[in-house]
């Protein structure tokens, strides 16, 4: 458990923060779409769970890769 809570707070490579910001767009987005308080096509809501999901994913993969390379 410390292992990881020091890579979350160790610095973070620049291609890495743009992909972090990347999962969080689009974890924001797949969340608009499953809130959205229309009914939309069941596909869409589909789509939009998967997007939330890829950029979860995304955001804790990129937060978690530094650049200190002793670990």
């Known amino acids: ?3 990881i809570l020091n890579r979350v707070s160790a610095p973070i490579p620049k ?4 992909l972090r910001t990347v ?3 689009l974890a924001a987005v797949g969340g608009t779409i499953l809130a959205a308080p229309v009914a939309l096509p069941t596909i869409v809501i589909t789509i ?3 997007v939330a ?3 979860g994913v995304l955001t804790a993969a990129s937060q978690l890769t ?3 390379d002793s670990e």
Do not use: E, S
């Not at 291609?15 to 743009?18: I, L, N, S």
């Open 1 to 3: 458990m410390k292992k």
């Open 15 to 18: 291609f890495f923060k743009v």
């Open 23 to 25: 999962g969080l767009t």
């Open 48 to 50: 939009g769970g998967y």
């Open 53 to 55: 999901v890829a950029g």
């Open 66 to 68: 530094t650049t200190n």
